[in-house]
């Protein structure tokens, strides 16, 4: 069964770095684009950055920059390293991948969520 386990969320002051990772259980299936995504109390969800099976990085406006998107095939790992937090970057941040099976098709698959929290 394919999961996807977010970790590394928490607490930090303004101007504070913290790092996010995201892990797929291990299976016989294909890791295509996957991207981060956040959703503060009252807001959308909305992407954050994504990155293509080869590497490739693109990043929304409000976070170019200051994160950087990364991951590591051969673990099923992504990876977003977040500087220069703003209390407006505060949200649960989702990990988000589209996956194939030997039986499924590819489609999109999403953690639970990890909280991040910016304040004084």
């Known amino acids: 069964q394919v999961q996807l386990v977010e970790s590394g969320g928490g607490w930090v002051q303004p101007g504070g770095s913290l790092g996010l990772s995201c892990a797929a259980s291990?299976?016989?299936?294909?890791?295509?684009?996957m991207a981060w995504y956040r959703q503060a109390p009252g807001n959308q969800r909305e992407l954050v950055a994504s990155?293509?099976?080869?590497?490739?990085?693109n990043y929304a406006d409000f976070v170019k920059g200051r994160f950087t998107i990364s991951r590591v095939n051969t673990r099923n790992t992504m990876f977003l390293e977040m500087n220069n937090l703003e209390v407006g970057d505060t949200a649960v941040y989702y990990c988000n991948a589209i996956i194939a099976t030997p039986s499924v098709a590819a489609k999109d698959y999403w953690g639970q969520g990890t909280q991040v929290t910016v304040s004084s």
């Open positions: 990155i293509t099976a080869g590497g490739s990085p």
């Open positions: 291990r299976g016989t299936f294909v890791i295509y684009d």
